[in-house]
């Protein structure tokens, strides 16, 4: 399942959109549950089920939502649902919630659904670069078309209802995924995790809530959707994340007027080792391209471009790497097999 996929990279790591050399992607997460029937993580089977049969029976309703395909995850393969995550079409979450549950994929992957993960519906979209607005209005697409065929729970006080109480209100989730290896390597990261964190948003890792930074990516979002408006939401992170790109931008600036020589060859080792390894784990290479994203960004490197650098970062990855390969493979048949992949890829 899922081999045409695997094929081609994920539209949200192309490396293009508004501050692509920054910002990888945009995302919107909207949580949505269906009126006068109980949470995902206190329903029985059966109810979880009968979501599911009110969610395909809208999209049989709908011919803008037949533009899409629905998965039953209990018939998703443990690999797909690896690469899925991977791919950050669903959440790792979503691993341990696999029974009674489904997942909707619009067209060109911008768009996903989780069905009974914590809520009911999770609409989400994802596009590359800075791009609130845009994927703002992917996600209201689906939001709206679902709404007029299934009616969601909501409360005239208190917004829209779901599991977990920090989401009440918008539901709303806007959230970017962001490449800082200036600010690590001028050791200013932590104060800037501290500005962000006073300014009312969460740092995360790079799957999202309870996973580890890698690579120097970190995902931004925010923390409350009660008592402000979407349009308030997206101002704010948008508002921030032009903040944290002067940081970086000032601090790679810095980085080349007073550690230029240092800089270049931590750049070039990498691309070396990247180019020469025979054996590769998935921390190290997300370490080293996060060295050659940098020299490319600021023009050491002129010989690649970020869509390579992104589309070697998705591959790397166990899921990927085993569809890569067609072959299951152990995670040392795994280290040699993704340095093989990494030298054709930079031949």
Known sequence: MFEDMSKKPAGWLTGDGEEATVVL??????????????????????????????????????????????????????????????????????????????????????????????????IQSLTAGLEMDRTMELAAQYDNEIGRLLEYDYDSDFGFLTACPTNVGTGLRASVLI??????????????????????LAVRGFYGEGTD????????????????????????????????????????????????????????????????????????????????????AIDIIEDLDLAMINEILLLSQPAHLIKYCDRDMDSEERDIARANMVRERLK
């Open 179 to 200: 490449h800082l290896p200036g600010l690590v390597l001028t050791r200013d990261i932590d104060k800037v995790i501290q500005k962000i964190t006073k300014m009312g």
């Open 213 to 296: 930074v890698l690579g120097n990516l970190f995902q931004i979002s925010n923390q409350s959707t009660l008592g402000k408006s979407e349009a308030d939401i997206l101002e704010d992170i948008e508002r921030v994340t032009r903040v944290i790109i002067n940081d970086e931008a000032t601090a790679r600036i810095r980085l080349r007027e007073e550690a230029f020589d240092q800089i270049c060859d931590k750049i070039w080792r990498a691309y070396g080792i990247l180019k020469y390894a025979r054996v590769l784990s998935s921390e190290e290479v997300m370490n080293l391209l996060s060295a050659v994203r940098l020299g490319v």
């Open 25 to 122: 992607s945009s995302r919107i997460r909207l949580a949505r549950n269906i009126h006068d029937i109980r949470f995902p993580t206190s329903a029985d089977k059966e109810t979880r089920e009968k979501v599911i049969e009110y969610f395909n029976s809208a999209v049989s309703k709908s011919e803008f939502l037949q533009r899409g395909s629905f998965h039953n995850t209990e018939n998703i393969e443990k690999i797909d649902s690896n690469f899925l995550v991977e791919r950050h079409l669903i959440s790792p979450t979503m691993l341990d919630r696999l029974e009674g549950a489904g997942v909707y994929i619009g067209p060109n992957e911008q768009v996903s659904i989780m069905i009974n993960e914590e809520d009911h519906l999770r």
